[in-house]
């Protein structure tokens, strides 16, 4: 393998990671960037703020590689999705911040769309569900209130992307407006089936062809890095969106194959292969296309809060001094003791979609303790995993055989016991967590031709799996434990 470079471009921060010829992360620089909150339910990025933050690891990674340089083959570019971004053709001015994924701005229009009966027909073309997180309502927003934008647009002066494409239209000194086909699969304006921008979905949302950027596979080239930037010409071969990278860096290959990602929220994501197969209450997705094996998709289960539970324990109870402790404190008990802890904080995504659920704890009794909440904690993690998981093999038809994990919260070994157990599946974490990264630096690899998915696969390297040793009949009480707790949680805000 090259040397490869990584562009992370996150939603609190911003990486650069270096991998050497082993496919080892050498060096890692990161920075965090101001996140801004006009008022509550709105969350934008300033592109200066943003693109500054990528630039300055780039610079500190490419001067820790000094001379070394001359061997970074190709760069892969790895970014938060969805996130809206509308900027000047000629010279890059953003036009206004960038709307951020998270950003509700958009609820009402996309709720109106859905009361017209509009669902269907954008399920069918791009897998996704109507909702503000994709980028469509948010690019339609941009261009009725930014002054001037839609006059401006159709002169063909603008130009839209999501953060992938706005970082190679700068990294390439403004000559390419491009993206790869994950990023544009949740934009809601691209049909997955015939791999192109849909002019039903265009008219739907009222949005001018002339600003899209053009759709490459996620191995190809992109472009180059404008010396005058960077001091040297380096090929973009590799862009894919952070979940589909994580896919790849998990050499999640063939069809079946799955790894979940425990951050904040978790993320489900499992290769169907050719066939962009639909499951109620999970997303349809583009994986990646590559130039010999062409395109692949995948089904995601988007999970809000998973480490995030842990963390209120923390920060919002106070009953744990740090993340990890929970591990040593659920261990303190055998079991929950029956306690439930539904961690719908900010509503429920996968496979239950509901924004009107809120937090449930049930079964508390006198005895119950920190080490049952925090045990309770965990299995949430593990159990909203199971759904999703549940949900995809239903409308998939495949059987999930193992489960690669990684992210913050997959050093956890009871949290992965537990996810093992509960799935009766065997869980794998990989040496390398760093799979974001890691996946769009060998994209780039692939798209640079220096590499192929033999390599890929070569490079995952077991740290340990975790087997099941939970009885079935123990497994299915606790299952259904956990839905008459999800029942309870589930339209809770609407009864207030
Ligand atoms: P993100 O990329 O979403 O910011 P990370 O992958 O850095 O998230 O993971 C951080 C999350 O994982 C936090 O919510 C934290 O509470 C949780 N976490 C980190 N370490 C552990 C641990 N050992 N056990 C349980 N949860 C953990």
């Given at each position: ?179 790869d086909v994950s990023?544009a699969s ?9 791999l ?19 759709v490459l596979p996620s191995g190809a ?19 894919a ?45 583009v994986a990646w296309q590559l130039p010999?094996e062409g395109v692949c998709y ?145 994209l780039?690899?692939?798209g ?49």
């Amino acid at each position: 393998m090259p040397h490869l470079l990584a562009i992370d471009q996150g939603t609190t921060s911003s990486r650069t990671t270096l991998f050497d010829s082993a496919g080892k992360a050498v060096r890692t620089a990161q920075r965090e960037f101001p996140q801004h909150y006009p008022v509550p339910g709105l969350v934008e990025h300033d592109p200066e703020e943003l693109w500054e933050s990528q630039l300055l690891t780039l610079r500190e990674v490419l001067a820790f590689a000094g001379a070394e340089q001359k061997k970074i083959a190709a760069i892969g570019i790895t970014n938060q999705r969805e996130t809206v971004l509308l900027w000047e053709r000629e010279g890059g001015r953003p036009l206004y911040r960038a709307l951020v994924w998270q950003d509700r701005r958009t609820a009402d229009f996309t709720q109106r769309l859905r009361r017209e009966g509009t669902e269907p027909l954008v399920r069918d073309k791009t897998g996704l569900l109507l909702d503000p997180y994709f980028s469509a309502s948010k690019l339609s927003w941009l261009l009725d209130n930014v002054d001037g934008a839609r006059e401006r647009a159709a002169r063909g002066e603008l130009c839209f992307g999501t953060v992938d494409s706005f970082l190679i239209y700068r990294l390439t000194g403004g000559r390419r407006h491009v993206t790869d086909v994950s990023n544009a699969s949740r934009t809601l304006l691209f049909n997955i089936h015939t791999l192109s921008w849909d002019d039903d979905l265009l008219r739907l949302f009222r949005i001018p062809r002339e600003i899209l950027p053009e759709v490459l596979p996620s191995g190809a080239p992109f472009g180059e890095t404008d010396p005058a930037l960077l001091g040297t010409a380096i090929p973009i071969t590799g862009v894919a969106g952070d979940q589909q990278a994580a896919l790849f860096g998990q050499a999640c290959l063939a069809p079946g194959m799955a790894k979940v990602t425990y951050g904040t929220g978790a993320f489900v994501v499992m290769n169907t292969g050719q066939c962009a197969a639909l499951a109620d209450g999970v997303l349809t997705t583009v994986a990646w296309q590559l130039p010999r094996e062409g395109v692949c998709y995948a089904l995601e289960g988007s999970i809000f809060i998973a480490g995030a539970a842990v963390q209120w324990l923390r920060d919002g109870l106070g009953l744990l001094a740090s993340a990890a402790e929970s591990e040593a404190l659920a261990r303190s008990v055998p079991d929950t003791g029956g306690v439930y802890f539904v961690p719908a904080l900010t509503g429920m995504g996968a496979p239950y979609w509901d924004p009107f659920a809120r937090g449930v704890i049930c079964g508390l009794t006198r005895g119950t303790s920190r080490g049952h909440l925090a045990r309770a904690a965990l299995e949430a993690i593990a159990y909203q995993t199971r759904d999703a998981i549940g949900a995809m093999e239903r409308g998939s038809g495949v059987q999930l055989r193992e489960l690669r994990v990684d992210g913050g919260a997959a050093a956890n070994d009871l949290l992965l016991e537990l996810q093992s157990d509960l799935l009766d599946t065997p869980v794998l974490r990989p040496a390398c967590t760093e799979t974001t990264a890691l996946g769009a630096a060998l994209l780039a690899g692939i798209g640079g031709g220096v590499l192929d998915l033999e390599g890929v696969a070569r490079q995952w390297a077991l740290d340990r799996r975790f087997i099941p040793a939970m009885d079935a009949r123990r497994r299915e009480k606790l299952c259904s434990g956990w839905h008459r707790a999800v029942d309870l949680a589930l339209g809770w805000d609407r009864l207030a």
